[in-house]
């Protein structure tokens, strides 16, 4: 994909020359990888006036973790260990005759900041803001193809755990298994920490796993997400242990499948992020549960777990095509658990079939 990461870079070029600036220093990782292809530990990326430059600590090692460098792009690596890339990139823009510096300050710390204006202190530094960000919000089909991978086989080691014997195991023991079965079935590692809770634990956004175990009649939500060449979905499901459920275990499962479903259904190119928020929100909010919501229905994937657009009730903006996002509604009681239903799916138009569901695992209420 050369030409893919060179086109790539040309855009953010362009965005720096109309912000005045002529090179640029990108530090933040997810936003290196995007754009060299690869993120080795600590690497940053030079888009300088003669040539682009990844400049790292160490040899890239080629780890699925951190991808392959764009052949096309020079890799420099630092001649002693312990040294600052981002330091030695300013160095480098200087010394190619670079008056200004557009730099990520929303990533970089107050210390490396003025490190870098000391070493090069005729470079005038800008703020590059979030360019490449906003690049990466719009996916090309390569990316899309990553992420579809990704959710087959978080799929598969979810549809896995189900099959095998649940009760009396704990919380942490379900989380590693799982983590375990992402690696066997070829992911790069999770996409982030598994979550798994059961019991008055279910249902709780970004639960961490405990020793709880696992018990008749408790829900069981599940939250996971897998990686796969650096491009990360998730997936949450929320099921019911070894019995018919209660009849409010049903009610309030078929309250957020309809939250969910207005979310999901809601998304298309041209709908507003604070709408689709909204769409899945009212549901819950009718129903009495407004207080105690999380903040948001859903955000962006991709290089990361968490990133731009956020469905959230103030957001501004609109979905694009192409725009992979959570759907994610839930709602937890106190003392006594919850639902969490949570999908990662394609904005598409509705000439192409709709949103596309990359998550497939059944939203059924099973009994396990």
């Known amino acids: 994909m050369p030409e893919v990461y060179a086109a790539r870079r040309e855009r953010v070029r362009e965005r720096c020359t109309a912000g005045g600036s002529a090179t640029a220093l990108v530090t933040r990782p997810a936003n290196v990888r995007y754009l060299a292809g690869a993120a080795p530990r600590g690497a940053v990326l030079l888009l300088g006036r003669g040539e682009d430059l990844l400049l790292c600590g160490s040899p890239p090692s080629g780890e699925a973790d951190e991808g392959r460098p764009d052949e096309a792009l020079r890799v420099q690596v630092l001649p002693r260990a312990g040294g600052d890339p981002a330091v030695a990139a300013a160095d480098v823009a200087a010394a190619q005759g670079a008056e200004s510096l557009a730099v990520e300050e929303h990533h970089l710390t107050v210390t490396r900041h003025r490190a870098i204006g000391s070493v090069a202190p005729r470079l005038r530094l800008g703020d590059l803001g979030g360019a490449v960000e906003q690049l990466r919000v719009i996916k090309d089909e ?28 704990t919380e942490r023991h ?45 829900f069981l939500s599940v939250c996971l997400g897998a990686t796969y060449r650096g491009y990360r979905c998730e997936i949450g499901r929320t099921f019911v242990i070894g019995t018919s459920p209660a009849d409010w275990q049903i009610e309030l499962y078929d309250l957020v499948f309809a939250a969910q479903r ?107």
């Not at 390569?142 to 195991?169: N, T, Y």
């Open 262 to 368: 207005a979310g999901r259904e809601s998304l298309a190119p041209g709908a507003a992020y604070r709408d689709v928020d909204r769409a899945a929100r009212q549901v819950l909010d009718s129903a009495g549960y407004a207080e105690g919501l999380p903040p948001l229905t859903g955000h962006g994937v991709g290089l990361e777990i968490d990133e731009d657009p956020q469905l959230a009730p103030a957001a501004m903006g609109k979905l694009d095509a192409c725009v992979p996002v959570t759907v994610e509604p839930g709602v937890h009681l106190p003392g006594r658990g919850g639902v969490r239903i949570d999908d990662t799916l394609v904005v598409r138009p509705e000439a192409d079939g709709g949103p596309e569901l990359l998550t497939i695992t059944t939203k059924e209420l099973l009994a396990l």
């Open 142 to 169: 390569e990316e899309i193809s990553c992420l579809r991978i990704g959710a087959e086989i978080a799929d598969q080691a979810l549809g896995e755990l189900l099959e095998s014997i649940l009760v009396g195991r």
């Open 174 to 218: 379900l989380a590693l298994e799982l983590e375990r079965r992402l690696v066997d079935h070829g992911a790069d590692g999770p996409a982030f920490a598994t979550s798994v809770g059961t019991g008055p634990n279910s249902g709780r956004r970004g639960h961490r796993p405990t020793d709880r175990r696992v018990e008749e009649g408790d």
